[in-house]
């Protein structure tokens, strides 16, 4: 489903991303590990064209991320179009990114409606279904201040489901989360997982990757330098990088 080819990213001097080859199978699990600064964020985000990389492309489905071929040479794509092509990714970052102004179940059917044409009416059931399946059912009326942040990271996750994504990336989805709170939204992410959704998980739970990962990629200093499934990288790594990263964080 996803094909990251040579993918270089630098903000200004500072090169990023060095190179990244990356393969995602449907209804796989990947998840990324490594040090702060090592690329991960920057890898997701040029996944859907959040961050415009400076060479190599990434392929969902067959089609290439924010560029298309023409003349031999990648011309980047019209603003449209890559809406439309975000719009079969959905992501969930750190901080929620709810709109505050807007109750729960106004979150989930803003885009729906707005990207995809879907009537109000269709939007919102299936937001209240969603919310029923990430434990949330009945909390439509809600304004994200009152909800925990647990909770709001749910509706988020809700919210990116809404879309029917083909992929889901998530962005360190525990990381603002009090320690009581990061396993209810780990139970929803393993459950999208049992479901066979397709993802790609930046996270530092070494526990979520061994159990829920097919493959775990570590990277540093802006490459893979270990790849592969959770029981050779999390247990016997090759890497001497990421031997000192797992030893410092299990």
Same mark, same amino acid.
């Given at each position: 489903?996803?094909?990251?080819?040579?993918?270089?990213?630098?903000?200004?001097?500072?090169?990023?991303?060095?190179?990244?080859?990356?393969?995602?199978?449907?209804?796989?699990?990947?998840?990324?590990?490594?040090?702060?600064?090592?690329?991960?964020?920057?890898?997701?985000?040029?996944?859907?064209?959040?961050?415009?990389?400076?060479?190599?492309?990434?392929?969902?489905?067959?089609?290439?991320?924010?560029?298309?071929?023409?003349?031999?040479?990648?011309? *980047?794509?019209?603003?449209?179009?890559?809406?439309?092509?975000?719009?079969?990714?959905? #992501?969930?970052?750190? !901080?929620?990114?709810?709109?505050?102004? #807007?109750?729960?179940?106004?979150?989930?059917? *803003?885009?729906?409606?707005?990207?995809?044409?879907?009537?109000?009416?269709?939007?919102?059931?299936?937001?209240?279904?969603?919310?029923?399946?990430?434990?949330?059912?009945?909390?439509?009326?809600?304004?994200?201040?009152?909800?925990?942040?647990? !909770?709001? !990271?749910?509706?988020?996750?809700?919210?990116?489901?809404? #879309?029917?994504?083909?992929?889901?990336?998530?962005?360190?989805?525990?990381?603002?989360?009090?320690?009581?709170?990061?396993?209810?939204?780990?139970?929803?992410?393993?459950?999208?997982?049992?479901?066979? #959704?397709?993802?790609?998980?930046?996270?530092? *739970?070494?526990?979520?990757?061994?159990? %829920?990962?097919?493959? %775990?990629?570590?990277?540093?200093?802006?490459?893979?330098?270990?790849?592969?499934?959770?029981?050779? %990288?999390?247990?016997?790594?090759?890497?001497?990088?990421?031997?000192?990263?797992?030893?410092?964080?299990?």
């Amino acid at each position: 489903m996803v094909r990251v080819r040579g993918l270089r990213k630098s903000f200004g001097a500072h090169l990023v991303l060095d190179g990244i080859d990356l393969d995602v199978r449907q209804g796989e699990v990947t998840v990324l590990l490594g040090p702060s600064g090592s690329g991960k964020s920057t890898l997701l985000r040029s996944i859907n064209h959040l961050e415009r990389p400076d060479d190599g492309f990434v392929e969902v489905n067959g089609e290439i991320i924010g560029y298309r071929y023409r003349g031999g040479r990648l011309h *980047e794509v019209r603003p449209h179009t890559i809406t439309r092509q975000r719009a079969r990714i959905g #992501m969930v970052f750190q !901080q929620f990114n709810l709109f505050p102004h #807007m109750t729960v179940l106004e979150n989930l059917v *803003e885009a729906p409606v707005a990207v995809r044409g879907t009537s109000r009416k269709a939007a919102a059931a299936r937001a209240t279904d969603l919310l029923e399946r990430v434990g949330l059912a009945g909390r439509e009326g809600a304004y994200p201040r009152t909800l925990s942040g647990g !909770q709001q !990271q749910r509706v988020a996750i809700a919210r990116a489901l809404a #879309m029917d994504p083909d992929l889901l990336l998530f962005d360190e989805p525990t990381s603002a989360l009090d320690p009581e709170l990061v396993g209810e939204v780990l139970a929803v992410i393993k459950d999208l997982a049992e479901s066979g #959704m397709t993802m790609i998980v930046v996270t530092h *739970e070494i526990g979520f990757a061994r159990e %829920v990962a097919d493959t %775990v990629v570590f990277l540093d200093g802006g490459r893979i330098v270990e790849s592969g499934p959770p029981a050779d %990288v999390l247990s016997r790594p090759g890497n001497e990088r990421a031997r000192a990263f797992l030893a410092a964080v299990l």
